[in-house]
């Protein structure tokens, strides 16, 4: 179960990398919409886990790969934004989030 200092750091980290994805990395990331549906922080506030679900792209593991290349940059964005309210600024691991997927899928079985 996550502390309560771990539930505000994650919203924080949320809330920030959801604007730092809709728009400053545009250029990096072309047309595609990243939405960023959760963050795990670990224990000592080093490691945040960062799902990310991915809408406009012809191929989401490209689009993946391409997040995870540029982390160091997304990174260094949201330490700008947070470095007054964070002391370290955690490192970025990024997932996909496929759970909307897999709910449609169970959707269209049930149908």
């Known amino acids: 179960m996550d502390s309560t200092r771990q539930l505000k750091v994650s919203r924080l980290i949320q809330k920030e990398l959801g604007e730092i994805f809709?728009?400053?990395?545009?250029?990096?990331?072309?047309?595609?919409?990243?939405?960023?549906?959760?963050?795990?922080?670990?224990?000592d506030l080093g490691v945040a886990k960062v799902y990310v679900s991915l809408f406009n792209v012809p191929d989401t593991k490209v689009l993946l790969k391409l997040i995870q290349a540029h982390t160091k940059e997304v990174r260094a964005r949201l330490s700008d934004r947070i470095k007054k309210q964070l002391r370290i600024i955690p490192n970025l691991v990024f997932f996909q989030d496929d759970s909307l997927d897999y709910a449609m899928r169970i959707d269209e079985l049930l149908k």
Do not use: H, K, W, Y
Not at 25 to 36: D, E, K, M, Q, W
């Open 22 to 43: 809709q728009r400053e990395t545009r250029i990096l990331f072309g047309n595609a919409l990243i939405t960023v549906t959760q963050v795990r922080v670990s224990p």
